[in-house]
Nanobody, 125 residues
Framework: QVQLVESGGGLVQAGGSLRLSCAASGRTFSRYAMGWFRQAPGKEREFVAAINWTPSITYYADSVKGRFTISRDNAKNTVYLQMNSLKPEDTAVYYC??????????????????WGQGTQVTVSS
């Protein structure tokens, strides 16, 4: 198991950028694929992006492709989400999560066992 703590959220104007971080505890971080999800008020938690334990393999939701970039630093036990060209509809609580599998399952929130507490991102118009 890994414990996850997100940071980096905040208030930004439309068109701006933010970088979220997710710090993981434990020595097995490099074995996990990592995902970012988000949940807006009144909506279900949705998939944003995922990265394999080999950092070159990534997967994005269509809504963020070309604007968001997921990356990881296994030496620092940290995964990042660089968010550019932010839109008001990106406003949500962003969560990172860890999974020991890869494939289409990484977009399914029910497959993740480990979650952080979330960080709020608010994009003003």
């Amino acid at each position: 198991q890994v414990q996850l703590v997100e940071s980096g959220g905040g208030l930004v104007q439309a068109g701006g950028s933010l970088r979220l971080s997710c710090a993981a505890s434990g020595r097995t971080f490099s074995r996990y694929a990592m995902g970012w999800f988000r949940q807006a008020p009144g909506k279900e938690r949705e998939f944003v992006a995922a990265i394999n334990w080999t950092p070159s393999i990534t997967y994005y939701a269509d809504s963020v492709k070309g604007r968001f970039t997921i990356s990881r630093d296994n030496a620092k036990n940290t995964v990042y989400l660089q968010m550019n060209s932010l839109k008001p509809e990106d406003t949500a609580v962003y969560y990172c999560a860890a999974i020991l599998r890869w494939g289409p399952v990484v977009a399914d929130r029910s497959m993740y066992e480990n979650w952080g507490q979330g960080t709020q991102v608010t994009v003003s118009s």
